[in-house]
Every structure is written in structure tokens, then in C-alpha cells.
């Protein structure tokens, strides 16, 4: 029986902040997938099923192109007209364009070359866990700890200098946090732009030894290289951020997951993927069938447009058991919270270390490490929020 989902949630349960919201899950549980009617009319589809949504990431009849999304899930625009993906930024391309911007960069963040940053990504969180300690016993641990580090790592990667990483940190919260008008967004995404634009001029007249560097000895354009920046920037700084501090809090409020963590490192590995799948900060992308396709026993028409719930995906009972429970010993693994096929997350070992470093460490130096506050007091990202998380967690330790 075919099942409509009227809207999407622009809230989650009170006192569930890292379950999906309630009409997402119950969904699910109905179908995997349902109608979507979107603001202005169009009728598409939900995806909140593991399978599906794995199957449209790696099927090329749906497209990634950025002037096919027409239909926002929320608001609507009218008759709007969506123009193409700015040259470099590259997740928003189907074939062969996006391979053109993404192949030069593919060798840079393998998982060897990302494992050799693990000595550096070491000494980055010990020096903010050091800061942290002299500056306690409490402290906001997404300013002093989930924020800077992946943010460091990124910026060193890419050649920008640490004295400017205020200048995109903002503008990007801007761009994922979900509580900007568009005002604040073009202004942000101007600035972001205009910054990157000096940088690549910069790294053409003086190339050091860094990823932005590099591709200026390619056939890429200034225009090309900013917007291959900007997603390498965005990317590789905010979900990472998330990560850690969601992360963080739901260790928190599962003391049996923290304790096993602490006592057993060999653990940290799966339980870094096992959080990926738990809280799955990037919580859905839209695509658009280029043709006719067939599609768990329905047929989605050329043009239409499918969202990808990826957390209700990664909480799908067909392929987890128990998958509302964080469990870091977990053996069904394979979530989908890098998304899959070509467009899988770049940065994702990159990710993954920072996570398997950061983590730990930050447990093991704070044994008595808890919120400083209620937990229903947590300020978390909204649910419109393209990636979510939480905006400030307060903590505190023993001294």
C-alpha cells in the first residue's frame, strides 16, 4: 500500500536529540519508501530505507546536478530557476565533469596518505587538550576542542594560513548551521568565495607544499580551483566538527559505551564507525531520475526528485539489529554516513582518523569528563540545519 510522507520534520523528540525525528523512523517502519509532495507542487519521493537509498547512490540514472534540484523539501520557491554548479564544485556533477575535478584529488587523501597524518593530528588535539586543562575544570568543547581540530588539519592541507581560519569558520557555520537568512547566506558564500579567490592567487604566484598548491600545476583554472577549495573547506571543517562533539555528548549520555571505550582501545575503530552510523550528522541529499526508473516496486519518473533520508537508512532494521542502540562492539557495519557510489565522501579517512585520535584522547585525559549542564539543555543545530550537531557543550571534570 503506498505510503505519503505530507512533510518533512523540522524537529526531533524532546530528550531523543540523536535519534532521527519520529515521523522519519515511523516511515520507515511503514515503507522504505514513501510520496513526498514537495512546497510547490512537485511530487517526488522518500527514501528511508538502508538498500534503496544505497542503490540510487550508485545508480547514474539518478543525478547529482545541481540546476535538476528545483524543488526544495520546505520552502517554496516558485518558479526559480537553479543554475548550474559553479565550475570546481564538484559534488553537485554527474559524469565526466565530476571525475575532471575530482580525480586530481583522489591520490591526496588515500587512506596511507591520511594515515601519515595521524603524528601531527596527535600533536594539534594535545595542544587543545592542554589549553583545555589550563584553562578548566570547564570549558564549551565545540569551541576548544571539536572546532579547531579538524579545522587545523583542513587549513594545513590546503595551504590556508591559521591566522585566517576566522575568516571561512563563521561563514561556513553560516552556510550548514540552518539559522541564516538567505541574506546571510549570499553574504557568506560571497566571502567565502572572494577569500578563496585571493588564495588560489596566492598559491600561483607562491606554490608551497600543500594540496591547493599542488593543483595549481594542472590544467585548472583560478574559477576551478576556488570552488574544488570550497568544497575541500566545508567539507573536511564542519561534519568533522559535528562529529566530535556529538559524538562527545552521546558517549556522555551512554555511560556503559564510555566506560567499554576507556577500557578497551582496540575498540576505538569500531566504535568511531559505529558513531558515524548513530548519529549521522549529513542527514540527506536529494537526486533527480534522469529517466524512468523502477524502484522498490514503484516507478519513479524521468525529472522527479528523490531525498535520501541517510539517517533513517543507517537506523533501518533490515540491516542493523537494534539500530536505534549505540553499541561500539557492533558487527553489522557498512553505514551510509559517507553516502556511497561516486559521490562518496572524499575526505572520509581523513575523517576517520581525526575521530580515532581526537576521541580517545580527549576520554583519557578527562577521566571525570560530563556536561556542565542538563542535557535537555544542550544547544543543538536545528533540524533544518544541512548538517547536524550541537552549537555549544558545555563540560566540566574534576580537578
Not at 575535478?101 to 596518505?113: A, E, I, N
Not at 593530528?121 to 579547531?148: N, R, Y
Not at 571525570?368 to 544541512?386: F, G, H, K, M, S
Request: proline content about 8%; some cysteine; hydrophobic content about 40%.
Amino acid at each position: 500500500m503506498e505510503h505519503t510522507v505530507p512533510t518533512l520534520p523540522t524537529a526531533r523528540q524532546p530528550g531523543c536529540p540523536f535519534d532521527p525525528p519520529k515521523e522519519l523512523i515511523d516511515a520507515r517502519e511503514h515503507s522504505p519508501i514513501s510520496r513526498f509532495p514537495f512546497p510547490d507542487g512537485h511530487q517526488g519521493w522518500l527514501i528511508t530505507g538502508y538498500d534503496l537509498a544505497r542503490s540510487v547512490l550508485a545508480d547514474s540514472r539518478f543525478s547529482s546536478r545541481k540546476e535538476l534540484m528545483r524543488h526544495h523539501p520546505l520552502i517554496d520557491y516558485g518558479d526559480i530557476e537553479v543554475p548550474p554548479a559553479p565550475p570546481g564544485e564538484f559534488i553537485l556533477m554527474d559524469e565526466p565533469q565530476h571525475s575532471r575535478y575530482r580525480k586530481p584529488l583522489v591520490g591526496k587523501f588515500t587512506v596511507r596518505r591520511m594515515r601519515l597524518l595521524t603524528e601531527r593530528v596527535e600533536q594539534i588535539t594535545a595542544d587543545h587538550l592542554d589549553a583545555m586543562e589550563k584553562a578548566g575544570p570547564s570549558a564549551d568543547l565545540v569551541t576548544a576542542f571539536a572546532k579547531p581540530i579538524p579545522s587545523i588539519v583542513i587549513c594545513e592541507l590546503l595551504g590556508v594560513p591559521y591566522e585566517d581560519r576566522g575568516r571561512f569558520q563563521n561563514q561556513i557555520d553560516k552556510f550548514l548551521g540552518g539559522e541564516s537568512s538567505d541574506e546571510d547566506l549570499i553574504a557568506a558564500y560571497t566571502g567565502v568565495q572572494n577569500y578563496l579567490a585571493e588564495l588560489v592567487a596566492a598559491k600561483r604566484a607562491n606554490p608551497t607544499d600543500d594540496v591547493l598548491s599542488d593543483l595549481t600545476d594542472s590544467d585548472l583554472t583560478d574559477e576551478e580551483l576556488r570552488g574544488m577549495a570550497l568544497i575541500l573547506l566545508s567539507a573536511g571543517f564542519d561534519t568533522t566538527a559535528n562529529m566530535l562533539a556529538l559524538g562527545t555528548f552521546a558517549l556522555l549520555q551512554n555511560p556503559a559505551q564510555l566506560a567499554a571505550l576507556r577500557a578497551e582501545p582496540a575498540l576505538t575503530d569500531g566504535a568511531v564507525e559505529e558513531l558515524l552510523r548513530y548519529l549521522t550528522v549529513v542527514k540527506m541529499l536529494q537526486r533527480t531520475a534522469l529517466e524512468d526508473v523502477e524502484l522498490g516496486g514503484y516507478t519513479i519518473k524521468a525529472g522527479t526528485t528523490v531525498i535520501l533520508s541517510y539517517n533513517t537508512a543507517n537506523r533501518d532494521p533490515e540491516r542493523f539489529t537494534d539500530p536505534h542502540v549505540l553499541d561500539l562492539r557492533r558487527q553489522d557495519g557498512g553505514h551510509l554516513a559517507f553516502g556511497h557510489g561516486i559521490h562518496q565522501c572524499l575526505g572520509q579517512q581523513l575523517a576517520r582518523v581525526e575521530m580515532r585520535v581526537a576521541l580517545p584522547a580527549l576520554l583519557n585525559r578527562f577521566p571525570t569528563l560530563r556536561l556542565a549542564v542538563p542535557a535537555e539543555e544542550v544547544a543543538l543545530r536545528p533540524e533544518v540545519a544541512d548538517v547536524y550537531g550541537v552549537k555549544s557543550l558545555p563540560v566540566t571534570w574534576d580537578v
